[in-house]
């Protein structure tokens, strides 16, 4: 059968990545049809008409897109997260909603330890830093950019700690790292690293408690979303802490207050990215788009329904 997969991408793949994409969609003998660098949710709710499936990367797809397209059975998100899905809108028109997990890991993971080398030495402005070896690191959610992490880690000669209730802390310590049994057990460790999903247990879930407990040179890492931190504490803690130091990918919402608040120490102190770029290299732009285009080859032809995971994680998170 004929399929028609829409690749919908409000900031277009690198030319690569769909020439890679296009590949695996023709092999399935489906058509690709392109809607890139779209500009209003009309361009969306237009091109979704008649298409079977849709590749997407954070672009929004909610119910309105949901009803417009009334012959799609599978949404792939070549990223990971998935919250840019209503995935309770999609179990209500059976339409499957997968992401490509692991897939941009290495890149987020080396963008950890880039801005956590750049904060140790003091933003290379010539004054003496500090080394990374023999600090400890602990990760509040231990998927696969907190594995990636951990390996750097390792290999910087860190030490590593990890909160996820929906791994055994056997399989945590098989991994190498210390299982930690609550949130607050993370925040005794000099660097905490950010890497669970955007759900509402996450949600502003890093406040002034957690972050006051952290040892001197306390260091958040938040390479998972901006909004898992409360913004107000963390400016607080900024503000009365002139050891602490917070990394993220992707400025905080509100981001002059923070600047004033860390003054000249700016470079140590708040390190961001202008945008979101954890997964922005060639190699995880590639990996995800033809994971998504044959992930969901797999699923029109194989039945490969591994898809509905994700939904099930969110309404019941699953063991691992
Ligand atoms: P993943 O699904 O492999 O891992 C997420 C882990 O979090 C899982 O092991 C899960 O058990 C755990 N978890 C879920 N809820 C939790 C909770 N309440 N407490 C503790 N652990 C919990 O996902 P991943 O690929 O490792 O990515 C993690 C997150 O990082 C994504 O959801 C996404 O938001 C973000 N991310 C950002 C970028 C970027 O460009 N900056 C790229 C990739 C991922």
Known sequence: KN??????TEKAFAAGAVAKIETVVKEAKYTLKKLENYKSKDDLLAAVEGVDAMII???????????????????????AGYDNIDLKACEAKSVVAMNTPGQNANAVAELVFGMMIVSARNNFDGTSGFELVN??????????????VHKLAVGFGMKSFAYDPYIPAEKIKEMGAEPVTSVAGLFEH??????????????ASINKDLLSKMPKGG?????????????????????????FCYLCDVAPKDIEPFKAAVGDK?????????????????????????AAANQIVGFFEKGETAAWRVVLEVLQPADE
């Open 3 to 8: 399929r028609t997969v829409l690749l919908a």
């Open 57 to 79: 990367r954070s672009d929004i797809v909610d119910a309105a897109v949901l009803e417009k397209a009334a012959q799609l059975k599978i949404v792939v998100r070549a990223g």
């Open 135 to 148: 600090r400890e690191i602990a990760f509040y959610g231990f998927g696969a950019v907190a594995r990636a």
């Open 190 to 203: 000099q660097y905490v690293s950010l890497h669970v999903p955007l759900t509402e247990e996450t949600k």
């Open 219 to 243: 260091t958040l890492i938040n390479t998972a979303r901006v909004e898992v931190v409360h913004e107000a504490d963390m400016l607080e803690i900024l503000k009365v802490r002139p050891d």
């Open 266 to 290: 700016f470079g140590k102190r708040l390190i961001f990215t202008k945008k979101k770029m954890g997964a922005q290299t060639a190699e995880a732009n590639d990996n995800a788009g033809v």
